[in-house]
């Protein structure tokens, strides 16, 4: 069975305050985009999960969110047979484009429909939120609104026909340390999420672009000019806007226009500012949880 693991740019992100618990209290929308890793998995006879990727340096064992999703229901079902997973990563790592969520999110709708365990999507994303806040998104897909830590979650309508551009640079920023940099006080004005949905509801592209905002944005790139500069040649080459996607480092430009986002790639792969350059669109969802078209 082969299953596709989407990623996820955030058309806006802002976070609202710290929760006694530690976690931030967040308000972002969501967006899934047409670039995937791919798990290819199967039974086998002999008990237990065997996880394998392209990509060394990420763990195969419980670390990995695959394993551990795949665990969590095969344990509660009392799953006798094993799991053979091989897992194509194709989003950059630590990204902030929930690669690892998407992956886990792929890893329970393969399970679920492997083992015939027959939970509804609804009964996944209910398990899914204990291996990450954005498992359950992930298993939704299309255009959302996430609140609380990310897990509560309002669909949106599908946004108006696009073209993503996609830009990292070889830096990693680790999550952590975007909340510890956010000077939560010392933020003046939050990004405008409502008027960003509103902008959706609309389904006007140029208002939407218009209202797309990080609050991670500015200090992360005082931090690391670079994600500011593929904003900038994105912008000037086209883009009708350019954000950090999540804690970053990964830029994504909105175009209008396929060519005007080819013309722009290229460029950007000539400044040698990214490491990753994709170009792309966004994937609204047509078929619930079965579909991996
Ligand atoms: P988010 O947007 O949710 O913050 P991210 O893109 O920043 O996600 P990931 O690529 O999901 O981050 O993963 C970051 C870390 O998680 C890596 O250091 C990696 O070792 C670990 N990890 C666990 N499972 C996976 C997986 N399936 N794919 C990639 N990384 C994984």
Not at 29 to 47: A, E, N, W
Not at 125 to 139: L, T
Not at 260 to 284: C, E, H, P, W
């Amino acid at each position: 069975m082969r299953l596709k693991a989407m990623a996820k740019i955030n058309l806006g992100l802002d976070v609202l305050g710290k929760r006694e618990d530690g976690y931030h209290e967040v308000r972002m929308i969501m967006q899934t985009i047409r670039m995937y890793d791919i798990l290819d998995i199967r039974k086998t006879r002999r008990p237990g999960i065997v996880l394998t990727t392209n990509l060394p340096f990420i763990p195969t064992d419980q670390r990995n969110l695959v394993y551990k999703a795949a665990q969590m229901l095969m344990e509660e079902f009392d799953v006798e047979e094993g799991l053979s997973i091989k897992l194509r990563k194709i989003i950059p790592v630590a990204a902030g484009m929930a690669g690892g969520s998407s992956d886990a999110a792929a890893a329970f709708v393969g399970v679920n429909r492997m083992f015939h365990l027959g939970l509804t999507e609804e009964q996944l994303m209910e398990r899914a939120v204990k291996v990450g806040a954005d498992v359950p998104y992930c298993i939704m897909r299309g255009t959302a609104l996430a609140e609380g830590i990310g897990e509560k979650l309002t669909r949106l309508p599908e946004v108006p026909k696009c073209y993503v551009l996609i830009g990292k640079p070889g830096i990693n920023v680790s999550t952590k340390t975007a909340y510890e940099n956010l000077n939560l006080e010392g933020i003046g004005k939050h990004p405008d999420i409502d008027g960003l949905i509103g902008a959706i509801r609309n389904n006007d592209l140029y208002a939407m672009a218009s209202r797309m905002e990080n609050v991670f944005e500015p200090g992360i790139i005082r931090q690391y000019p670079v994600i500011g500069n593929i904003k900038n040649l994105m912008e000037e080459k086209g883009a009708l806007k350019a954000v950090m996607s999540g804690s970053g480092p990964t830029v994504f430009g909105i175009f209008d226009n396929r060519d005007k986002m080819a013309a722009a790639a290229r460029s950007l792969r000539k400044s040698g500012l990214a490491k990753t350059v994709f170009a792309t669109d966004i994937y609204n969802r047509d078929g619930g949880v079965t579909n991996d078209k």
